[in-house]
């Protein structure tokens, strides 16, 4: 893995360029990503290429032994181009105007934005490609980051396009969401709210609508660019992902074939949360395309202690990403900036250039664990994650006490799974269909297209199928199917009578699994006469709440397979529990 | 008492319903309420009546014996009249517009709007009311709950027109309201504003004025839907007030003439608040109007645990609204809604419609207690709680440490008065003129037109009046009056020379009252000499409070009666000492 | 000193004027201030004055041996003035339009609105002026108090044409702001934004800019008025400034030389926030210009005990305004309000206007400390406060934990000064050029144009330099300039090679000076070699903190005078233990 830092020429004067690439070679680093605000730097107003400095830094680069990873800079669009385009600016969810002066504040729905884009992506490939030091690119700068999405009426525009795409018609759509339900029939297209924040909130299958939309939205203004940057004759395009702990804008699964690497900004600081972003990213087949730590942190928002806070975090950074088989890992960045709401950030050369301790810790690291190999799970397990069935639960009423759909799966199912296995592999549903031994797929309520039958296919073919009591619950749509617990499995199994109770917070069943305490909370179903298991069911672990009794979860056979379903939500040790003495 | 739930029979598919009512009918259900939301199933888009599944669904609920209360759909008014009023979008009280795609969006002062509604009652009177099932009509559905009134600039052109209505000339309001302090003299009604959020708040008279328009504003929404299923043939009109805890938005003295029954959803938990809630639903003259509770809770909002919370709640709730004399006790609802923002609400019947122990449950305290009989006050004792008093409470500087009329009065008055009287009788200040020996007033502060001469003729007439040393210092403007504490009563009474103190939070008065603990707070009057006490005055009780010393209350003749006046904000063992020793 | 209080003859009745005005003078009162808010009252909506009641007021004043400050009434602008002129609604930093019915709700950049305002203090100054009772005037009232500035469009071009003159070019401006950052480039001026409310924050830079030109806008509001004033007789001309507790809107170095008197509303509680505000009134030249306590507390918001909550605060009170030489001491207010907003403010007279407890204790207090002698700091030490660094700190992301620049010097600082020395003058940095021994700059980042040289001149001339290692990092502009700590010094010193740690919050250096425990935080500075001490440099007492030693403050010499310079933010104990060493 290669160490490097965000760097920008742009703002430096170009005789300090060579001293603070050199001070970055000598604790070892040897990748710098650019450019991904130099919009003013890059172009003219009367949009003709300024580059020149940019290939004299690319020299300087590579004299001193850089790789580069250029940006376009679609982040940040200078002044003159609000100006210009008066409506170019974004709505925020609560409907105000995005001003000019932060980033991301354009509107990703803006026709004329996104041709402009696109050239300029393409300008960039053709004049800044062929320089030996580039080695990819990255578009714009963690897309929709910090929830900057755009919510105006032309981004509501085109999700009633979108949706007459998705449902043909209004009728369609009217009965997929139950528009019935406080006479919401929606009798024209442009009536269809963009929803935006408002007490009540909005009816929650036009919440996952507008929010699968937006993840197509984006991809959309990503494709425009990465075509026209490779059309230029760029190699190996990505962007960098925000952090799966900030928001989860887009659906990774639908958006990785769109990607040459996959790239992230990844700002974790518990090891378990940097492993599961960096299993999210490896997807189902780790190795498959180049994994891209694009942004790590060199130091903290606003401070930088004389020591990192945590003195063995840089180290563990390094080889959870080397693990992972990560290609790059780059600081964010190599010296702090002198102007500008970042100008206090930690970086890895302070405001005056000079390496402190700081970077003599991070070159202590590198030398510690960059080279550190690659460590692949195993193909024969899987845990499912579905950004679908995160926003679902995003934007629906809790059932039960509320969870956050990422926290869950990576502390209480990713968490224990790593520990038991070494390591797991994470992916859609669609990855279940052949191959894997055992499957995990807790909180999977969401019956997306397909789901159903990939599970099934996999339980026939012999696997372990480990999921909730909640499982395809839901349509597709977000709503609640009218079908008892579990009976979402349809004929594929003979599942047990259950009632299914929302535990509001605070109520937990106590129980035990392999002699084990363990703990569940959120929902919890037992079986309709207390006491009795089903015949064919066996029945695992037991515990109680409010006076009364059952079990912890339930196997039963499918196929050639089982499945084992928790029946709440159980903690990591009833995780662990359960897959320990499958 | 008859135990029903609301139900949806416009989102259910018609199979359904047999089964769900005959599971409701099997644990005791017998009335039913529907159709507040179902705008979108009983019209089509050009107002055409769509009723057929309507008179089908009221067959089979009259096949399984039951009742039920039709609703008004104006709540809920479906997208294509937003897309045909544009102006029809209420506005929050922060400016901001309401979107369609939640509920109670409407502007209540849009004339097409209200011309359509009462079209609408009508027409569902007309289709629907002759049906035998039918037994009582509900307009709109819980109307400007959660605070959704509008602040629009038509509104606020209807408050200009009330407002000169009230006041005649700008002259006698710019008088009342004493609008010389700031400069807020008006020379134009249209410069009035309406009282948006806005740090500094508007002035109190202006926020108070605004309050009484609102209740009126919605009283006449109302009468005009009351009016137009009164002309079609409908009997039994009311209302589901809003639960008192979350917002007092009406005058419900005002509107109780014009109402047929008193519905409310009654959300409440302790049975001190229901039992208030009751108490005002019953007024001065329980029995002379039927009582329904339209909503009250079936499962927690968003969990629903195995058993009930609190196990005897259900009962308990159930035993106090028969005690009150309810005719209706209506869960809400039957059956979980499979789609939108109260989807995962409880019910009496989970998602799939399969009874568990919640229905259960309920069935067993049905059985338990809705036989029970209405317990009513004796008319001797009145507790006068204003709607007024309430709002200028809230929209003035408080006088000392903040409280909650409601809150102050149900827990330090109502609760102790309950406690000793087995229950207490409450009204508007109009009821105390006769037929009292007891009169509790605390915090009557406001000089609401004929307050003083009621009061007075009650005391002449032999009456108790208890009340509070701030009673009737403010004019009915919501002003403070330039007198000398009580001077309010005039020439009824001489009373005592006080000094009135504003007490901030946590500075309390303790003393004793017939050897009791008791504490007060908020304010304190004290005689203006320390120490000594007007003659024809009693003292009773002491306390002490930053050094000095003085009565917790006196007691002084008026006429044949006679007025013990609290000289701070007792707590309820202060108030119980007043009234075990009167 | 004289005391006094606030009186709204012009909402009371004519023939309550005497009472107050002898119940007042009972206590020991002998100064009002008067007509505020007065608009309505002072001119017909046509404009005429209308000012015989004021005149007949004044004579009453002057009968019970009062003198007056009036006051020009420009904080409320009448509803027809709004009316006549919609645009004259400020701009909330949300972008929300301030309704009528509040007060300070106008643009300060509205020329109408401004010819106006001076028209009518001229008027004012004609008409009552010449009155015998009056002694000075007030221009509007806590201008831009509550941070209740505008933030309008129109504003913004007035911002942009402020900005041309400051910087004569876009080039220059985008140079000095390094807009390069982010692509924030200006091509025309209107594209500079109002950086209003938003998250990220705008950049630093823009809002420091922003600052001061709201600051120079407010001026030219009290200058337009003050001249006016002036031109119609008017003598001793100030303005009430808002307590530096709650915000710090103007440069009140830069507004000093344009007030006849230094006027406060000074309602702090805390003796040190009240004699530091007070020295920064008073300046480096005590006794140069009246000063004016204005507004004081006489009782609680919106509760008033029996007793004043900390009985000696009066007193308290009224010493450390007489010991600051302050003129005048006004209580707000005379008598409570009976309408409005504040109606249940405390005051000397409550709303009856019979005297309390409060009133005796006030009249108390008078006695016993109204006639105190001022008592005036020694010329020699000189604390510098920097209106623009308190700017500065405000607009950027802090440089490890927050802290708040007044609050840091005013406790750490102010408090240890006074404690040795009796008392220190507070001043501008230019203050500092001559005359003075001992010269403490803490958290004097920003580079001032002059700064450097000025502190160099007392340097050279022998004084004693006490500051922080932050000293001058910041360029004038808000930005970090890439120099190396202490560098600013330029070729002044040889200063010691540093390594600047940002310490985020809860990270803190423990240490000691002479053998006392001090504590450091928010930064550390540490010699580049940790455990050696450049020649030259004398250490000053040590620390630790992450395993690093260093030294708490180093001393150096610079011509005749040496620097004393904290390397971390001492706590009080800290800064006590250097000035106690010098």
Not at 473 to 491: F, H, K, Q
């Amino acid at each position: 893995m290669k160490i490097g830092a965000s760097y920008y020429p742009e703002v430096m004067h170009e005789s300090q360029w060579a001293q603070d690439l050199k001070n970055g070679k000598d604790i070892g680093l040897s990748v710098l990503r650019c450019g991904e605000f130099a919009w003013s730097a890059l172009f003219s107003p009367d949009g003709k290429p300024t580059m020149d400095w940019a290939r004299r830094f690319l020299d300087t680069a590579q004299t001193n032994g850089y790789e580069v990873v250029w940006c376009t800079p679609s982040a940040t669009p200078p002044p003159y181009l609000l100006d210009r385009w008066p409506d170019l600016h974004a709505t925020t969810s609560e409907g105000l105007t995005m001003p000019v002066g932060i980033r991301r504040h354009y509107c990703p729905s803006h026709a004329g934005y996104l041709d402009l884009c696109a050239e300029t992506a393409g300008t960039l490939a053709r004049e800044l490609g062929t320089h030996p030091a580039i080695r990819g690119w990255q578009v714009d700068n963690e897309l929709a980051g910090d929830g900057f999405t755009c919510w105006c009426d032309r981004c509501g525009a085109a999700f009633q396009k979108w949706l007459d795409q998705r449902y043909g018609t209004l009728d369609k759509l009217n009965a997929a969401w139950q528009t019935g339900v406080w006479s919401q029939v929606y009798t024209r297209w442009e009536q269809i709210p963009v929803p935006r924040s408002f007490k009540p909130a909005h009816t929650p299958a036009l919440k996952l609508a507008w929010r699968r939309f937006k993840s197509d939205c984006w991809l959309n203004f990503f494709r425009r660019q990465a075509e026209a940057l490779r059309a230029g004759g760029a190699k190996c395009v990505t962007t960098n992902f925000y952090n799966m702990t900030w928001d989860l804008p887009f659906d990774r699964w639908k958006w990785r074939p769109h990607l040459d690497a996959i790239g992230i900004s990844n700002y974790h600081e518990a090891p378990v949360e940097s492993a599961f972003e960096l299993g999210v990213l490896q997807g189902p087949q780790p190795g498959e395309k180049p994994l891209w730590v694009l942004e790590q942190k060199a130091g903290q928002q606003a401070s930088q202690n004389l020591l990192p806070d945590d003195p063995a975090r840089l180290e563990r950074h390094i080889a959870c990403c080397a693990q992972a088989g990560a290609e790059y890992g780059i600081y964010w960045h190599l010296r702090q900036h002198a102007a500008g709401c970042e100008m206090e950030h930690g970086a890895v050369l302070r405001h005056d250039g000079r390496p402190t301790r700081i970077a003599r810790a991070i070159g202590t690291a590198i030398k510690g664990s960059a080279a550190k190999a690659a460590k692949f799970a195993p193909a024969e397990r899987l845990l499912v994650f579905s950004f679908n069935q995160f926003w679902a639960n995003e934007t629906r009423p809790p059932m039960g006490a509320a969870y956050d759909y990422r926290v869950e799966i990576e502390k209480n199912w990713f968490a224990p799974a790593q520990q038991l296995f070494g390591n797991i592999r994470i992916g859609n549903f669609g990855d279940a269909a052949s191959g894997r031994s055992l499957i995990l797929a807790p909180f999977f309520q969401l019956n997306e297209p397909g789901a159903g039958k990939t599970f099934r296919a996999a339980l026939e073919g012999g696997a372990t199928l480990v999921t909730t009591v909640d499982f395809l619950r839901l349509d597709d749509e977000n709503n609640v199917r009218r079908i008892a617990p579990l009976a979402g499995m349809g004929d594929w199994a003979k599942v047990p009578e259950l009632e299914l109770y929302q535990l509001k917070a605070g109520t937990t069943v106590q129980g035990e699994i392999a002699g084990q305490p363990v703990t569940g909370g959120t929902f919890w179903a037992i079986p309709e006469v207390s006491g009795t298991t089903p015949a064919l069911c066996r029945e695992i672990g037991s515990g109680h709440c409010e006076g009364c009794a059952g079990p912890m979860a339930l196997e039963f056979k499918v196929g050639r397979g089982r499945v084992i379903v928790a029946l709440t939500a159980l903690d990591s040790a009833g995780v662990q529990g359960l897959l320990q003495n499958l």
